[in-house]
């Protein structure tokens, strides 16, 4: 931690602060600039967690210099950790798409899902059972029901599955009856939830929040890792800006930064990131080309009827085209797929 | 609804979206411009619900005449809610201010802030059990504890109190000791916790979420509503935007955006916003002066060794000075304080 | 200047850098941390310019420690500027009000305008002559036409005016004819703008950019002055943000940002910064209250006719309704109205 | 265009408006939906040009149906434009990279540049003679003998060149020496510079605006193509976003949506995106498989002591390396390079 005083600091104020990391068995090291003084703190920093340094006397302001993040922190693991859902390996060197409804609506539905998307070479079946929605006036998910449905879809097809899970209630369930949890953008920060996810074990896929930086994002899996779950898969799904043309921004340099500061695998839903049909296959190209160790990617058998997020879904005939393109991609990348 | 068809969409393409309309019982209008077709849907919409009419053929766009949230919407409820905490009004002509620490850390830290801020003329208490933090290795909170104090702070003070609440379980404790219950920023858009507090009945302070348009803050409180329970207050904290000057970006525009499009009252707090203590007074000058219904405003004995948020929060003689600077302009804004 | 180096820096890279500081005649403190070295540099860090340290061996990252603005900085200059256009002064102990139509349309059109605006108790007439639009088919302003018709207005009412100026041979019209120069939003980094109108000593009005932060404004603001003017006045006019129901997200955490980092005066266009009529008079309320030293707001004869920026215009009756609202208001800040 | 009217319109508002369209020659369709009438403007909109609907009694909002740039929209010219610069094919079957220094230094400098990029496979030669810095004491470019280098680095190669140019003057001096014309982000609605470049005829780079709509970008080349000129190559640069991990954030999604909007060139710039080396590999993969015609990737004989933007620069042997990894990228998306 660096401490900058302000120009006009008096030598008084600089030297309450030295005493105060020195009380707290920290060491200070000053430096006398032209300008102003930094002082330098060294040593476990967490004693001063406590005090709120920057409102003392002549502080201009606090720069951290090692990330709040340990367990998802590369510098500390530096190995890539990779991910077993069902019999698949996220992370490592096969490209993972996982694919599927944005919401279960029956029993039809999902079967016919999975049978489609496994012949696409899809390896892991998404299906939403709790829905998140902005009004609540739309359809909110078949909850339990539908988890019923994936685990009935993972035994006929034997693809490994993924729900989102939204309440305890909505864990305690899906853990019966699936292979991996999503926490959806909107519960990134909810920290209580990723507690709950984190203690069950079973592997964890982190959507990036609406308006998460990547330190937040990193920060988030850390709460699951801190429970004794390290089963933690990122997925970048676009961040909101100005723009207006995609529903969000997909932030495609989200995959070498995560890779430099983490060693979690990332994934990208080019769907929910657009929201636009027509957009999804350059994006799922550009994020395979861009390093993505997988894709999520929404597919329904007749789009126009979905009940959820339907514009954005591809039919099986555009999935399996998306993943004859990206085939000889991931193989020109080192992926078998 | 308005749909807007393509350039070069064919006769066909616009006869199958009149036939789609028609067959659910909808009348459609249709406008044949020099470049484009539109088509005006007439009639109740939430029929059209599970149809995704912008992947049929020849569609350009769907443009939605009217806000999906009603119970939150002036058109349909023109008269301002007020709503009754404690023995205090929102939303009417009394300018409410709620203060306190950020987090509960000690029955003194409370008992000592509940009698300062009553002294100054605030009339809430406010002060965190719960606490949501970036990281997991920040101070988390006192839990059931914390409420337990709270309440002791209301009994010996009378002031009402406010507490955040973020999952069911502290909901289900909250209720117990409380006045209000507050939904945090990161829990705007938890739906299944919005459901829980509506439950309660208690009033409920809803902080807009970081990266929430004022329409998603509405459809929020309408999840509130819906279950029953009018007494929705909202809070403007800031949003994120690429300044980091401050924590986050206030909009103060909220406030008249809020007051033309809905009939809750509308609060602000200045202090998570900024981030910063010496810019909450002029921000809540501001505030008071465009319209706010009240302020939240951080406090504590001594903002130095506060365990959360302590470089936003003012000690009791500068919230006694801000309450000062406030009273007359409350008193020109024709509010009573 | 901070240079922090990465945990596994070797002694050989820290070493490297020392010996490249002390090279350029600069001292390099050392502070060893438990995970990370830090180096402060001390000494005049420009001699440091022509070297790229962020990507020397073990680099982690390069933490500034003073502004790179200078003449526009209070740390150096504490005294606040008080900027004369006219025979009214920004800055000091009055309000003041900038009003008139977003395009100069016609003689009646701008006389009508002064005369009224005269009366509601505005002193500085504004009206575009040369008009950034975003579509080439807009209305692209009148030109030297206009700045003539602004002259006259001056004559006859003896307001003083500001107009904006977009090219070389914009200011060089505009020098003989009117009393401030205003650099718009879109041109706030147009570098060869800025010391074009800081060379001709003319007060300048310097709007913020869309997505300005407010370091870069005030590097804006230190070009101008850099030229040897320095009669800048800051204006506030909303930044991009995701949020649509407003044009863009008035910023009010500018003006007491501005305050504490700049001795320039600073006022506030809610006019364009919402784009709607009905949110200008509590949002400019609001920005008097925060500490504005000053508003510009959109007024015309017939906004409904109005060739730019008509939605966001009022009409007299209404701006004079506004500076009523106002005067106490401006009153009680201490200002002059 | 279409007119929403408010839920509680009266029956003489609605009247008023449909005068109003019909006095200009244009049609009114009425639309009476359950809450609102919605009004249809059939004809030449461009009539209602100086009339300002939303301000008018009963008015909602105003819903635009077709976009304001005619010229750069895909809707009237759907055959892909092809820019010819020097011998090199932007647009066509060809995979295009521009590289070179941020800034123009001295000769060798331009001339090492000139030839390394040829070697590597780059069809054409950047670099700065006039540069726009945020602060006005960082190196402001060579001016026109950084021109002269250009030309002379022009001639001993072969290579196309592009230089960035900032005011009138550059553009007088930049037309005798260099091959294409770059308008930066920072200038991007400079619209008086945007005619000036119109005018040349030579074929132009238009960097998105850090806040720039994927409409706005496009309006901007309509002022070039408006002025006769039909050679502009787009370039997404990164946009202003929240998140600090990159300078700007790489908006690839900018690839498929002006591909499906307009028939313009883009290529793609990850240096000055992400402002961070090491990051420039794989967003350059990303945006070739996005789609993109090209790359802008900034490259320097010794990147630790460029004068600008050295941080983001590749060196020689890193240019190779990702030239080289790219070609069989280039190869699978159909592209020669």
Redesign the interface.
């Known amino acids: 931690m660096?401490i900058?005083m302000?120009?006009?600091a008096k030598p008084d104020s600089i030297q309450k602060i030295v005493a105060l990391i020195e009380a707290k068995g920290l060491?200070a090291?000053?430096?006398?600039?032209?300008?102003?003084t930094?002082i330098?703190?060294?040593?476990?920093k967490?004693q001063l967690?406590?005090?709120?340094?920057?409102?003392?006397d002549g502080v201009d302001k606090i720069?951290p210099?090692?990330e709040?993040?340990k367990l998802s922190n590369k510098?500390y693991h530096p190995n890539p950790t990779i991910v077993k859902v069902g019999s698949t390996f996220i992370g490592g060197d096969e490209l993972v798409i996982m694919s599927g409804p944005c919401a279960v609506e029956n029993r039809d539905q999902v079967l016919e899902t999975a049978i489609a998307i496994k012949k696409a070479g899809v390896q892991i079946l998404r299906g939403g059972a709790?829905k998140?929605?902005?009004?609540?006036?739309?359809?909110?998910g078949l909850e339990e029901e539908g988890l019923v449905l994936m685990k009935e879809a993972q035994e006929v097809t034997g693809l490994a599955t993924v729900c989102e899970v939204?309440?305890?209630?909505?864990v305690e369930a899906a853990v019966k009856y699936v292979d991996m949890l999503q926490i959806g953008a909107?519960?990134m920060?909810?920290?209580?939830?990723l507690k709950e996810v984190g203690k069950t074990g079973l592997p964890v896929l982190l959507k990036r929040?609406?308006?998460a930086?990547?330190?937040?994002w990193l920060?988030a899996a850390?709460?699951i890792i801190?429970e004794g779950n390290p089963n933690v898969v990122l997925c970048e799904r676009g961040?909101?800006?100005?723009?207006?043309?995609?529903r969000n921004?997909?932030?495609?340099?989200a995959?070498?930064?995560i890779?430099?500061k983490s060693h979690l695998p990332i994934i990208v839903d080019p769907s929910h990131?657009?929201g636009v049909?027509?957009?999804v296959k350059?994006?799922s190209?550009?994020?395979?080309?861009?390093?993505a160790d997988g894709l999520m990617i929404e597919s329904h058998p007749n789009?126009?009827?979905?009940?959820s997020d339907?514009?954005q879904s591809l039919n099986f005939e555009q999935l399996n085209e998306l993943c004859n393109e990206i085939r000889?991609?991931a193989h020109?990348m080192g992926k078998k797929f």
Do not use: W
């Open positions: 660096i900058v302000k120009p006009q060491e090291h000053l430096s006398d600039g032209k300008d102003v930094i330098g703190v060294v040593g476990d967490s967690l406590d005090q709120n340094i920057e409102i003392y720069v210099v090692t709040s993040y510098k709790y998140p929605r902005t009004s609540p006036y739309s359809f909110q939204t309440s305890l209630d909505a909107r519960n920060q909810n920290f209580y939830l929040g609406l308006s930086t990547i330190d937040e920060n850390e709460y801190a961040i909101r800006t100005f723009e207006t043309a995609t921004t997909l932030d495609l340099s995959i070498p930064i890779k430099s990131a657009t049909r027509k957009y350059a994006l190209m550009g994020a395979v080309a861009t390093g789009p126009a009827t979905a009940l339907g514009p000889p991609l020109l």
